[in-house]
């Protein structure tokens, strides 16, 4: 995974300041940073007080001059290196400090350094990956579910958001040892508790087995799928139960990716034609046509399918999942 992450990063930048007594250099390298660091005499006797990050030296020399000259050479995973992906970038990014003094006192000494690569094309977070993680029974299908931060780059820190945002929800399903697999949305619903009752208030989301019924009254809609067997909806947030506890239910399909009909599809409305499109292959957008009436059910196809009921919640912890198993399917409560 490395390997491809990093065949064609770029290094645009290297940020570091140096004071009038300290020279260093920075090597933002495929895998890894290297940094020397040329300190005064009077640091010398104090070289174990020098830190990339939490790493001391990896070797330290004085020179004939009396200066010393440190060098950490270190896995960019390593030594408490922070990264972030923002846009196209993967930044990577500690400081250089000399400490006298044991934390929480502050550094004598502190230069900031900051490694930039380009992401290469096609480069998708590990977790989306939907055979990224482990995977549970004797090839049967595993599902999950969770909502992600804005730039779809990892998980969402809060199940909080304003009104009118967008809110990202992934689904994938780990086929293992089945045939190719399609994973679509069959049907959501906003509701007021945790289980579907007679007397919950619910808000349709996606009806019509795959219709992306507030991608019309609102601009919900599907993002362009970077794997089959993983959906991204791009929901944007609506006024609903205010005050209150909302759960989101969806019934998740594991189907045949060669395979379209007025059941198993998904349709997004395209405002700007005023016309629903079939996410996975716009020709074929006449399967969408039933979403403004009624997609009759037909006769289910001989082919491997799970389905996956999952109950998010917008107010409670991060995320937990307790599941109950049935034949070829799974209820699962994640509380985001």
Not at 133 to 158: I, P, Q, R, W, Y
Request: aromatic residues 10%.
């Amino acid at each position: 995974v490395m390997s491809l992450l990093w065949q064609c990063a770029i290094v645009l930048a290297v940020v570091a300041t140096s004071a009038a007594n300290e020279d260093f250099n920075v090597d933002c390298e495929k895998h890894s940073i290297k940094v020397t660091w040329k300190v005064s005499p009077e640091l010398v006797e104090h070289a174990a007080r020098l830190f990339l990050g939490h790493c001391v030296p990896s070797t330290f020399s004085v020179l004939p001059t009396g200066e010393g000259m440190a060098t950490f050479h270190y896995n960019l995973n390593g030594c408490a290196i922070k990264k972030r992906v923002t846009g196209k970038k993967h930044i990577y990014s500690t400081s250089l400090t000399y400490r006298p003094n044991r934390k929480p006192k502050p550094a004598a000494i502190s230069h900031h350094i900051k490694c930039v690569y380009i992401r290469p094309e096609g480069w998708i977070p590990p977790f989306l990956i939907p055979a990224y993680g482990s995977a549970e029974g004797h090839g049967g299908l595993v599902f999950h579910m969770a909502l992600l931060n804005e730039d779809l780059t990892g998980l969402a820190k809060s199940s909080l958001f304003p009104l009118g945002s967008f809110i990202p929800i992934w689904a994938a399903v780990d086929q293992k040892d089945h045939q190719p697999l399609l994973l679509l949305l069959e049907e959501c619903v906003a509701a007021t508790t945790p289980e579907l009752q007679s007397a919950s208030l619910v808000y349709p989301i996606i009806t019509n087995k795959g219709c992306l019924a507030d991608g019309k009254t609102g601009n919900s809609r599907f993002l362009p799928r970077y794997h089959p067997s993983a959906i991204l909806l791009y929901l944007q947030s609506f006024k609903f139960a205010l005050g209150e506890e909302v759960y989101i239910h969806c019934k998740l399909v594991a189907w045949d990716p060669e395979v379209f009909d007025i059941e198993k599809k998904a349709c997004h409305y395209i405002k700007e034609t005023g016309e629903w499109e079939l996410l996975d292959d716009p020709s074929q957008s006449d399967l969408c046509k039933c979403c403004d009436s009624s997609c009759k059910p037909r006769l289910k196809r001989g082919v491997d399918s799970g389905i996956l009921r999952h109950f998010i919640s917008s107010l409670t912890k991060l995320y937990s999942a307790v599941p109950v198993s049935t034949q070829n399917s799974q209820d699962v409560t994640i509380w985001l």
